[in-house]
Every structure is written in structure tokens, then in C-alpha cells.
């Protein structure tokens, strides 16, 4: 299946019944594919008239307790900023698909990763995290979305996919897993009391300082536990490895081809690659470089996770940059010269 078409479908078996999008290239797939198929599943598709339209449906259809998703690329994210914000501080889960496209403003609509800074760091105003996942292929996609849900659900937050132009158009063979989608009650959830409990009210408005920052220390404390049992990360050839690879998403799939060339030229490169870029995997990044001398960060960018490798290694190893950008894809030549330099330092 195709990236995005595969996405859609995942979406639709894990349970996911409101989809609000808007089109937008390279992601236009998706919305297509739930136009088609949403309803006959029992589900409703609404094509909003704006991203800032879509979003705020799904923070409506959430607050109801059912599962809901929006997808869109990178100016369009922009837009959603303050409907996630929103949903950040109303705790309510969701699903946000972007398919990445080269930037800033309209940019191109070839592939990007220069999108990791705004959905790890500053996916809207405030004190706030998102869950963030990157899948490397069209598989992962789909596992991925099984548990964006999930773990949205069970945490009450937002959930992205950080997918791009590459993941998104590529066609690969994919299995479905076998799983019938478990949604949980939600006793928060605004779908009419009957007089049977008490009135639930969604809200982000705190008029009192001494009330929103109860809420921000408590959100926290959360993301606290989220970061104790939610990382995900591959450490591929890295037991040896004195120079580390460090790559998410499409751009892995290159640099872990860039690594078994190396290996084969007797150079010790391995490949860490996060699964999860919020939270990150701090502790599998330092097990993978146990043995390291130097780290080569490979990125669709001018270098936005560079800080977050530096930090989560203390500045204890040399980091070094490879990066392309405005749709320009790596190549496994350039990654494979960077690390036989570095190899001869």
C-alpha cells in the first residue's frame, strides 16, 4: 500500500470514528482514502473548510470520548498550532498526522524532516508536550498508529505521526495486525450525563493563577511517567560501533545502507535511530553510544535534532552534521564519505 493510504487504514481499525482534514500536498491521500471508506465503517469524514476549522472538530469529537484524527502538511500544521495547544490543555487524546513538506512558508512539496523542532519543541503556546512518533516505513506507519491512539487514550494527550513526502507516496507490502481496536471508557468524556453523573465540563481557561499552574505541574508530572515508559528507539550494529549514525524516519533507511557500506570497509559505524522523538529516547542514545568516539547526525534539515543528541549525550561526544534540505533527499554516497572522513580525524 501506498504511506498515507496505509495510515488511513490503520486509523479506521484502531478505532478512530471522526476525521476532520483539509487537502494539502503531499498528504491529500489520506483524506481521500477516509472520504472513501470512513463512513462505510461506521465512522464520519468531514472535510473541514480550513486546518483551524479541522482541528477544533477534533477537539470537539474528542471531548465527546470517541477517537479522532486530522492529517496535514507542514504550513498546515502551522495553522493547527493553537487547536493543539487547545487539546494539550483541555487533556484530551487525538491523533495529528503530518506528512512532511520542505519549508518555510509554502516551500516545495518534496520531502522534509525540517518540521522535528516544531513538533517536538513548539507545537503551540504554552507550558506543553505532544507524543511524537517517526516511522521509517510504511509498516511502521501503521504499527504506529495503533499505538498513537492507544497511548493518547491512556494518557489524554495529543498524539502526532511525524511522517513526510517520501513515507507518504512510497508503496510497500505491509501487514495489518490481526487486532480488534480495545477503546476504553472515558468517565471525562462530554456526551450527556442523563442526570446519571456528575456534569462534565472540557476546558483549557483557568482565570485563577493559582489553578493553571496546579494544572501545568500536574500535566508534568504526567509527562514525567510518559517519559520513564514510552521511549522507542532501533540501535542497529551499535554494540562495536565507534561511530554512531543518528537518524529518524525516511532518512534512517539511508544512513542504515550508509552503515552496512562502512562496515563492509572496515570502519565500526552503527545506526541509532528514534522511534520516539517526544519523548526521547535519551537512555537507548547512551547505550548506543557506549563505545563511541564521534556521532554523525543525518537529517532532511539544517540539523534541528543535533541539540537533542548533544544534550541527551552531555556534550561528552563530538557531534558531527550531515543534512539536506528544501526536498533534497540524503544520498547513502554522502552519508558513506561523511563517515569515512570522520573515520580518518
Not at 501487514?175 to 477503546?183: E, L, M, R, S, Y
Not at 537512555?283 to 548533544?310: F, H, P, T
Not at 534540505?325 to 554522502?334: A, C, D, L, R, Y
Request: with cysteine.
Amino acid at each position: 500500500m501506498k504511506g498515507n493510504e496505509a495510515l488511513a487504514e490503520a486509523a479506521l481499525r484502531a478505532g478512530c470514528k471522526c476525521f476532520f482534514g483539509y487537502p494539502i500536498t503531499p498528504q491529500t491521500e489520506i483524506s481521500a482514502y477516509l472520504a472513501k471508506n470512513m463512513a462505510k465503517r461506521g465512522g464520519t469524514f468531514l472535510q473541514a473548510e480550513s486546518e483551524i476549522a479541522a482541528v477544533n472538530m477534533v477537539l470537539g469529537a474528542s471531548a465527546s470520548g470517541v477517537r479522532a484524527m486530522t492529517s496535514s502538511s507542514s504550513p498546515g500544521i502551522s495553522l493547527k498550532s493553537e487547536g493543539i495547544s487547545y487539546l494539550a490543555g483541555s487533556d484530551l487524546p487525538c491523533v495529528i498526522v503530518n506528512v512532511q513538506r520542505g519549508g518555510p512558508g509554502l516551500g516545495g512539496i518534496q520531502p522534509s524532516q525540517a518540521d522535528y523542532l516544531q513538533a517536538t519543541k513548539a507545537s503551540g503556546h504554552g507550558d506543553f508536550h505532544i507524543l511524537v512518533y517517526a516511522p521509517a516505513s510504511v509498516q511502521e506507519t501503521i504499527d504506529m498508529t495503533f499505538t498513537a491512539f492507544d497511548t493518547a487514550d491512556r494518557y489524554r494527550i495529543p498524539a502526532m505521526i511525524l511522517s513526510d513526502g517520501l513515507l507518504g507516496q512510497m508503496m510497500e507490502p505491509v501487514v495489518f495486525p490481526d487486532i480488534k481496536a480495545q477503546i476504553t471508557e472515558k468517565p471525562w468524556s462530554c456526551c450527556g450525563h442523563k442526570n446519571e453523573r456528575k456534569h462534565n465540563i472540557i476546558n483549557s481557561l483557568y482565570l485563577c493563577p493559582d489553578e493553571l499552574e496546579k494544572s501545568v505541574r500536574d500535566r508534568f508530572e504526567k509527562y514525567r511517567e510518559i517519559e520513564k515508559t514510552c521511549t522507542d528507539a532501533e540501535l542497529y550494529l551499535c554494540d562495536d560501533a565507534q561511530i554512531v549514525v543518528t537518524a529518524f524516519g525516511a532518512t534512517a533507511r539511508i544512513a542504515k545502507s550508509a552503515v552496512d557500506i562502512a562496515r563492509s570497509k572496515g570502519i565500526k559505524a552503527g545506526l541509532f535511530r528514534p522511534k520516539t522523538l517526544y519523548p526521547f529516547p535519551k537512555k537507548e542514545l547512551n547505550n548506543a553510544c557506549a563505545k563511541a568516539q564521534r556521532v554523525l547526525c543525518v537529517e532532511m534539515s539544517m540539523g534541528q535534532m543535533v541539540d537533542d543528541i548533544k544534550l541527551a549525550l552531555e556534550c561528552r561526544i563530538s557531534v558531527d552534521f550531515l543534512g539536506r534540505t528544501g526536498g533534497n533527499i540524503p544520498s547513502v554516497k554522502e552519508v558513506v564519505d561523511k563517515i569515512t572522513f570522520i573515520g580518518k580525524e
